[in-house]
């Protein structure tokens, strides 16, 4: 994982993820309370510990309250977005 590559995906989970489950991943973003269940921790400490390609068929195809992002995220970027995910404390 290059620098540059981290890079992206911590842009890229600012504008997708972050409004719902907040800068760190643990589901503390602004419109997170208007979920229920509020969105669960999903930074390296919690929910993003599970294996990439469950994470990444959760952000491919959403969950419950969370949309799909197939057509907004390329199959790079969502890859990129799971590995930003390990990364947060
Ligand atoms: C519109 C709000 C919203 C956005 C935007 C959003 N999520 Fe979620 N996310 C949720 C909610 C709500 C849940 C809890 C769903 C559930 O388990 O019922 C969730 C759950 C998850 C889970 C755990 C899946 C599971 O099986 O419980 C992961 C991983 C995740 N989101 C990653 C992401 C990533 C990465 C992005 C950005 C590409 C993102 N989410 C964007 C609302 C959102």
């Known amino acids: 994982m290059t620098e540059f590559s981290?890079?992206?995906?911590k842009e890229l989970f600012g504008i997708y993820c972050a409004p719902c489950h907040g800068e760190s991943g643990k589901g503390d973003g602004p419109v997170a309370k208007k979920f229920v269940p509020t969105p669960v921790d999903?930074?390296?400490t919690g929910f993003g510990m599970a294996p990439e390609g469950m994470l990444f068929?959760?952000?491919?195809?959403?969950?419950n309250g969370m949309p799909p992002f197939r057509s907004d995220l390329t199959a790079k970027e969502r890859w990129l977005v799971v590995a930003y995910l390990r990364t947060l404390k």
């Open 6 to 9: 981290l890079l992206t995906g």
């Open 42 to 44: 999903i930074s390296g």
């Open 57 to 63: 068929a959760t952000v491919t195809h959403g969950v």
